[in-house]
């Protein structure tokens, strides 16, 4: 198994630089590839700054990705909940972060529309320090 990077991911999605789409095609194809977290973190945010693309075509460009056979993810469950939420109005790194806190009671933060927008998703309370 080998790793990728977010310049990888974006290239295969993309297809705006026709010679690293068909090497990342290439690298995609014919070898079982790793994503970290990181990456896909990267990845979304590479996607919707510098692309200008929407939640819904995101997730949706993500998920045909993920599903692809020789993509493996360390959590794919929770990379799922984690786009099942953005495409539900949170932002994908605070879904993300969420995702992978279910396990604990509360999270904490400062940013009230993650607050407001988190309540009743998941038994981890997303809230304010008091």
């Not at 510098?50 to 794919?76: D, H, W």
């Not at 984690?82 to 940013?111: K, V």
Request: hydrophobic fraction near 45%.
């Amino acid at each position: 198994m080998i790793a990728v990077d977010t310049n990888v991911i974006v290239r295969l999605l993309t297809q705006d630089d026709e010679v690293q789409y068909q090497k990342s095609l290439e690298i995609i194809q014919n070898n079982n590839v790793f994503i970290p977290d990181t990456v896909i973190l990267e990845t979304e945010w590479v996607l919707r700054f510098a692309y200008k693309f929407k939640p819904l075509e995101i997730c949706s460009a993500l998920r045909k990705f993920f599903g692809l056979l020789t993509v493996n993810l360390i959590n794919p469950n929770l990379v799922i909940q984690a786009l099942q939420w953005h495409e539900l109005g949170l932002d994908f790194a605070d879904a993300f972060h969420l995702a992978q806190s279910q396990n604990y009671p509360q999270f904490y933060t400062f940013d009230d529309k993650f607050v407001k927008r988190a309540k009743g998703l998941t038994s981890c309370e997303v809230k304010k320090p008091q």
